[in-house]
């Protein structure tokens, strides 16, 4: 690695003795996992693992498909807590809080556990805590982790912190890519990331299904508060008519959001698991603070980049939201 460390003033030397000492690891990210939390899963897995440390992958939930391209992405288990999986260390990734690893509280009783985020909401609810929302996803902050280790990337754990970067800025067009992002790519490339072929992987491989629900998402798009708000919705019956899924619906608010004018873009969708049980994710593009948004709602995430979960109706939701909105929009 070339170039300095994207934030030189953080302590990383808890983090590596307790790693330095552990019998056996377990990485986990966030419920329903996104490109950040497995490409930091997949970047630090790669890196212990050239260090001769034992350690697994292992999430609630399984890799979203357009994230399977990547290098020891099928090593990820997913599902209950295996039964033989006894670590002394645990390290939870772009989790914001300890109910969204979807783990019951039993599985982190013996372990030490290091939570590594970079969401302002984060709740610290680690043994050891390294949480900094000035960096732009977790993967940045892995890449600095293991500057800080003195272990060199290579192509597999590259790719993966590329990625992580890649989907967290969207697309390096969100202000948090910072000149500082641009040199730390630059460098991820010169170890061997290859930007097309992840890009390709990520946003060109899309499946039929997903452009179905797209078109039936974009047919809800509804604009209020003078133009400054939009909104989009899926429904119970657009998955089963469209045969998509949960993981067909990514980036789709983005499209809300691009509209001149939007400040806040809402997307609620169905939890496909639950009764009465709906997603919401916000995007602001200027001035509005989503995150604080998202957080009295019972959620959280960044300024311009937020979610929560919300019980009822889908009119009774709604109701919620559009006065939740409209006085955040003044």
């Known amino acids: 690695m070339s170039v300095p460390a994207m934030f030189a003033d953080i ?7 307790v790693v330095s000492e552990a ?26 693992k050239a260090s001769g440390k034992q350690v697994r992958m292992h ?14 992405a099928d090593a990820v288990t997913h599902g209950d807590w ?8 645990i390290v939870s990734l772009d989790c914001g809080a300890k109910s969204r690893l979807g783990m019951p509280d039993e599985f982190f009783a013996s372990a030490t556990l290091i939570n590594i985020d970079h969401h302002a909401s984060n709740q610290l609810f680690g043994d050891i805590n390294v949480v900094d929302a000035r960096y732009c996803a977790t993967g940045a902050m892995i890449y600095d982790l293991l500057l800080a280790m003195k272990v060199p990337l290579n192509p597999a754990g590259a790719s993966a912190i590329y990625a992580a970067v890649l989907t967290d800025t969207a697309s390096f067009r969100l202000s948090s890519a910072t000149a500082d992002v641009y040199r730390m790519a630059a460098s991820l490339i010169d170890a ?7 890009s390709v992987g990520i946003y060109e491989s899309r499946p039929l299904a997903g452009l179905r629900i797209m078109t039936a998402c974009l047919e809800t798009l509804e604009v209020h508060d003078g133009g400054r708000s939009a909104w989009v919705y899926i429904d119970r019956e657009m998955y089963e008519h469209s045969g998509a899924d949960v993981e067909d619906t990514e980036g789709l608010i983005d499209y ?3 509209i001149d004018g939007v400040e806040v873009a809402v997307f609620v969708r169905i939890d496909e698991s639950r009764d009465a049980c709906w997603k919401v994710s916000f995007r602001g593009k200027t001035h509005a603070d989503v995150g604080s948004l998202a957080a009295a709602l019972g959620g959280g995430g960044h300024r311009h980049a937020a979610g929560c979960l919300m019980r009822g109706s889908f009119d009774e939701v709604n109701q919620r939201l559009h006065t939740a909105v409209s006085e955040l929009l003044g």
């Open 11 to 17: 302590n990383w030397q808890p983090v590596m003795q």
């Open 23 to 48: 019998r056996q690891i377990v990485l986990i990210t966030h419920c329903n996992p996104d490109g950040d939390g497995i490409g930091s899963q997949l970047a630090l897995f790669n890196a212990l």
């Open 59 to 72: 999430n609630r939930d399984g890799v979203p498909r357009i994230y399977e391209f990547l290098e020891q």
């Open 82 to 89: 295996p039964e033989d999986c006894e670590p002394d260390v």
């Open 192 to 198: 061997g990331a290859e930007p097309w072929p992840i």
């Open 256 to 258: 809300a959001r691009s």
